[in-house]
């Protein structure tokens, strides 16, 4: 069932099962997960089908450091996968690792133990496989092209995406029409409020657009709502303790991580260069991806450095054209065009002509669309002809290959869990009188090291493949430049067994209570460099298989 909370006439049950707090792609999959179990679920949504501007003002957050954008904490049915770009790829052996120059490192989980996890998250979701992100996948493609270097000090990783990304909102909308998983929409929860001398929840206080507010009771309590409202929730959640629920220890909120991104870094090539679709992207197989290079596992515990990585992005003459990218924006959204493409890259590779196309999505394609904005896309096409009618000749005529002879580096840091990154509260309040997150992150001195020292291998390693002569002048670059949000908000809640630097256990159940969960990547207790949504699917499908086995196997209430 959907429903609307504020209409008085729907009422939730008297009691749950399960109340899973969030609908993206976390909160969305546990439901899904749970279904079948037999269990009375409660999915409660901050917004509605579509994005209001009630729901919008309530994404307001304050940042400290890196600026945290608002279209990665979305209020609406589908939370965050509404704007995402799709691009996924699995986190690697040492991100699970101890690694003893990372202090707050190693998961409680082993990476052999995700192996199932991503399986069913690629089979059930529409991830890619993992056979994918290997040789025998998109790698078959590195052979193709005219640049195939043999590297001696770097590592490739893949990037994928499907070229219709995952919308979990409307994708598992019809989980909602079983009896027993009611989704209450404007369903804002203030607060978890506890059984009175038990560590147990007993219900969620929920306020709606209209001033309407209940109390939603359930068994078992699930945040999925994302790596900062996940915090939040529990800080504003002061019943059991006064500093927030599970914060006995004054954990929740800190580790919070990021990927901080940006561009640095000028490849000038040897040689000009038609075609590389491993590396400059390309459509293939129902997949957009790409690969990108990183230190190997042995360098980065050798030399004490973090997972970071970098993506090579060619400059074509239309590149960061406004109206390339507004065209690029507008034909994504038209059925009929993805249609067309979507039907050649089943039978061929198409490689990209703009960074655009896929994969990491710049502000003016996430950002939201009013029909005024419609149109004056639709003029910067037009005001843009000559670099418009380039791009379109490129990527609609075979035999146009444009010669590439520089390429700019798009970097991704992998940022180390550190306490004093954290997620607090705010003295200013939103349309309910509730705190608003103040954010604080910076890179630390280990992160920017690490992207150093992968950009002095670069340095060496495309000299010595003879590909060309990399520009950087990252080492002595002040300010910092790689300080972009990614909307990628990890570790606020980390998983761990030892409540004095960890929020939750290893099956995510918040220390120092009985039923309370979180979910998403908000436990991760380090990030790797990989777009994390893949991961938290696996996760979420792992947390309802501990939860359907062994929390809530008995009788479900009735």
């Known amino acids: 069932m959907i429903a609307d909370l504020d209409d008085a006439s729907s009422t939730p049950r008297p009691h749950y099962d399960v109340c899973i707090v969030g609908s993206g792609p976390a909160g969305t999959t546990l439901a899904c997960e749970l279904a079948d179990s037999g269990l009375a679920i409660a999915v409660l949504e901050s917004g509605l089908l579509a994005p209001t501007p009630h729901a919008d003002r309530l994404r307001r957050v304050e940042s400290d450091g890196i600026r945290i954008k608002n279209y990665s904490r979305e209020r609406v049915l589908g939370g965050a996968s509404t704007t995402w770009a799709g691009l996924s790829s699995p986190l690697d052996e040492i991100d699970f690792s101890n690694r003893p120059y990372l202090r707050f490192s190693g998961w409680p989980i082993a990476r052999a ?230 039907g050649r890259q089943e039978k061929e590779v198409v490689s990209l002509r703009d960074y655009s196309e896929t994969g990491d999505d710049n502000d003016l394609q996430n950002e939201r669309k009013l029909p005024s904005d419609w149109m004056r896309l639709g003029f910067e096409v037009a005001r843009n002809a000559p670099s418009v009618a380039s791009y379109l000749y490129s990527r609609l005529v075979r035999r146009a290959k444009p010669n590439v002879t520089r390429v700019r580096l798009r970097n991704f840091i992998e940022m180390e869990p550190l306490p004093e990154n954290r997620v607090t509260l705010s003295d200013e309040v939103d349309a309910y009188g509730q705190r608003i997150p103040l954010v604080r992150h910076r890179p630390s001195e280990l992160d920017r090291r690490s992207l150093v020292a992968l950009h002095a291998a670069l340095v060496d390693e495309f000299k010595n493949a003879g590909v060309g002569r990399l520009e950087t002048s990252l080492e002595k670059a002040d300010p910092w430049p790689i300080d972009q949000d990614a909307s990628h908000h990890m570790g606020s809640t980390r998983m761990g067994t030892d409540p004095a630097n960890s929020v939750v256990d290893s099956n995510s159940r918040v220390h120092g209570v009985d039923n309370v969960f979180a979910a998403g990547a908000s436990v991760f207790p380090t990030s790797g460099c990989a777009n994390p949504t893949f991961t938290i699917v696996a996760l979420s499908i792992r947390l309802a298989e501990h939860l359907r086995t062994r929390v809530l196997a008995r009788e479900p209430a009735r």
């Open 113 to 342: 133990e995700f192996t199932r996890f991503y399986t069913t998250a690629a089979e059930r979701y529409r991830f890619p496989t993992l056979a994918a992100f290997t040789s025998n996948g998109f790698g078959t493609l590195r052979n193709r092209g005219d640049l195939q270097p043999k590297w001696r000090a770097l590592d490739e990783k893949i990037f994928l995406a499907c070229s219709e990304p995952q919308n979990f909102g409307v994708e598992q909308r019809q989980l909602y029409g079983s009896e027993r998983v009611d989704l209450w929409l404007d369903a804002t929860v203030l607060r978890l409020e506890c059984e009175p001398n038990t560590r147990r929840v007993r219900q969620a206080i929920v306020r709606t657009h209209g001033g309407r507010e209940l109390a939603i009771r359930a068994r078992v309590f699930i945040l999925a709502t994302g790596g900062i409202e996940n915090a939040r929730l529990l800080l504003n959640s002061r019943d059991l303790c006064a500093a927030g629920l599970g914060n006995d220890r004054d954990q929740v909120g800190r580790y919070l991580m990021n990927h901080p991104k940006n561009y640095h870094g000028i490849l000038h090539l040897d040689r000009p260069v038609t075609d590389a679709p491993y590396y400059f992207g390309c459509l293939h197989q129902g997949f957009a991806g790409y690969a990108g290079l990183r230190l190997p596992e042995a360098v980065q515990r050798e030399r004490a450095l973090l997972n970071s990585y970098v993506r090579l992005e060619p400059l074509f003459p239309w590149s960061d054209n406004l109206g390339v990218e507004a065209l690029v924006l507008i034909a994504k959204k038209s059925a009929f065009l993805r249609g067309r493409v979507k």
